[in-house]
Protein backbone atom coordinates (compact mmCIF):
# COMPACT_ATOMS: atom_id res chain seq x y z
CA UNK A 1 0.00 0.00 0.00
CA UNK A 2 1.26 3.52 -0.86
CA UNK A 3 -0.51 6.51 0.11
CA UNK A 4 0.32 9.81 -2.04
CA UNK A 5 0.22 13.77 -0.83
CA UNK A 6 1.28 16.32 -3.61
CA UNK A 7 1.98 19.91 -2.39
CA UNK A 8 3.67 23.03 -4.60
CA UNK A 9 0.62 24.08 -6.39
CA UNK A 10 0.19 27.49 -6.47
CA UNK A 11 -0.49 30.53 -8.90
CA UNK A 12 2.20 32.07 -10.81
CA UNK A 13 2.54 34.68 -13.97
CA UNK A 14 3.11 33.39 -17.60
CA UNK A 15 6.89 32.10 -17.74
CA UNK A 16 7.56 31.26 -14.04
CA UNK A 17 8.21 28.19 -12.22
CA UNK A 18 6.81 25.66 -9.96
CA UNK A 19 7.67 22.69 -8.00
CA UNK A 20 5.73 20.04 -7.31
CA UNK A 21 6.58 17.26 -4.78
CA UNK A 22 4.99 14.01 -4.39
CA UNK A 23 5.01 12.79 -0.64
CA UNK A 24 4.79 8.70 -0.37
CA UNK A 25 4.12 6.60 2.61
CA UNK A 26 5.19 2.87 2.45
CA UNK A 27 8.59 1.03 2.11
CA UNK A 28 8.04 -0.10 -1.15
CA UNK A 29 7.80 3.10 -2.68
CA UNK A 30 11.20 2.71 -4.99
CA UNK A 31 10.00 -0.19 -6.88
CA UNK A 32 7.20 1.88 -8.31
CA UNK A 33 7.46 3.75 -11.49
CA UNK A 34 6.12 7.50 -10.71
CA UNK A 35 4.15 9.14 -13.13
CA UNK A 36 2.35 13.14 -12.97
CA UNK A 37 -0.65 13.45 -14.77
CA UNK A 38 -2.76 16.56 -14.67
CA UNK A 39 -6.70 17.41 -15.30
CA UNK A 40 -7.88 20.91 -16.70
CA UNK A 41 -11.37 22.65 -15.87
CA UNK A 42 -13.65 20.49 -18.63
CA UNK A 43 -10.81 18.14 -20.06
CA UNK A 44 -9.46 14.60 -19.41
CA UNK A 45 -6.72 13.80 -16.89
CA UNK A 46 -3.84 13.53 -19.36
CA UNK A 47 -0.29 12.21 -18.82
CA UNK A 48 2.93 14.59 -17.83
CA UNK A 49 5.61 12.45 -17.34
CA UNK A 50 7.00 9.18 -15.43
CA UNK A 51 10.10 8.23 -13.86
CA UNK A 52 10.96 4.36 -13.39
CA UNK A 53 11.51 3.27 -9.74
CA UNK A 54 15.44 3.88 -9.49
CA UNK A 55 14.79 7.02 -11.49
CA UNK A 56 17.11 5.98 -14.35
CA UNK A 57 14.37 6.73 -17.07
CA UNK A 58 12.16 9.59 -17.76
CA UNK A 59 9.55 9.94 -20.46
CA UNK A 60 7.49 13.48 -20.99
CA UNK A 61 4.69 14.49 -23.10
CA UNK A 62 5.98 16.65 -25.65
CA UNK A 63 3.84 19.85 -24.71
CA UNK A 64 5.74 19.83 -21.67
CA UNK A 65 9.35 18.61 -22.99
CA UNK A 66 12.13 20.93 -22.40
CA UNK A 67 10.28 22.96 -19.36
CA UNK A 68 9.49 20.46 -16.84
CA UNK A 69 11.87 17.74 -15.29
CA UNK A 70 10.42 15.03 -13.33
CA UNK A 71 13.28 13.05 -10.52
CA UNK A 72 12.52 10.88 -7.30
CA UNK A 73 14.66 11.04 -4.27
CA UNK A 74 14.02 6.94 -3.08
CA UNK A 75 15.88 7.95 0.33
CA UNK A 76 13.20 10.51 0.82
CA UNK A 77 10.28 8.74 -0.56
CA UNK A 78 9.51 11.59 -2.48
CA UNK A 79 8.96 12.67 -6.75
CA UNK A 80 9.37 15.72 -7.73
CA UNK A 81 7.98 17.86 -10.91
CA UNK A 82 10.03 20.84 -11.52
CA UNK A 83 7.69 23.57 -14.04
CA UNK A 84 9.43 26.01 -15.77
CA UNK A 85 8.47 28.57 -18.38
CA UNK A 86 4.85 27.66 -17.66
CA UNK A 87 2.38 28.60 -19.83
CA UNK A 88 -1.69 29.56 -19.11
CA UNK A 89 -2.81 26.49 -20.63
CA UNK A 90 -0.69 24.44 -18.09
CA UNK A 91 -3.23 25.50 -15.85
CA UNK A 92 -4.33 21.63 -14.23
CA UNK A 93 -4.61 19.70 -10.73
CA UNK A 94 -1.71 17.90 -10.96
CA UNK A 95 -1.85 14.63 -9.94
CA UNK A 96 1.27 12.20 -8.84
CA UNK A 97 0.71 8.35 -9.20
CA UNK A 98 1.94 5.18 -8.83
CA UNK A 99 2.07 1.70 -10.04
CA UNK A 100 4.22 -1.03 -11.14
CA UNK A 101 4.70 -1.07 -14.77
CA UNK A 102 5.84 1.66 -17.16
CA UNK A 103 3.21 3.48 -18.91
CA UNK A 104 1.73 6.52 -20.08
CA UNK A 105 -1.84 5.38 -18.90
CA UNK A 106 -3.76 6.21 -16.05
CA UNK A 107 -5.27 2.97 -16.01
CA UNK A 108 -2.10 1.31 -15.27
CA UNK A 109 -1.33 3.38 -12.00
CA UNK A 110 -2.39 1.73 -8.76
CA UNK A 111 -1.78 4.71 -6.24
CA UNK A 112 -3.03 8.17 -6.84
CA UNK A 113 -2.69 11.59 -4.68
CA UNK A 114 -5.40 14.17 -4.22
CA UNK A 115 -3.86 16.39 -6.43
CA UNK A 116 -2.72 20.10 -6.49
CA UNK A 117 -3.73 23.08 -8.21
CA UNK A 118 -1.22 24.71 -10.46
CA UNK A 119 -2.20 28.22 -12.03
CA UNK A 120 -0.70 30.16 -14.74
CA UNK A 121 -1.66 33.84 -15.33
CA UNK A 122 -1.29 35.31 -18.32
Known amino acids: QVRLVESGGGLVQAGGSLRLSCAASGRTFSTYTVGWFRQAPGKEREFVAR????????YYTDSVKGRFTISRDNAKNTAYLQMNNLKPEDTAVYYC???????????????WGQGTQATVSS
Open 97 to 111: AAGLSSSNYAGAYDY
Open 51 to 58: ISARGFVT
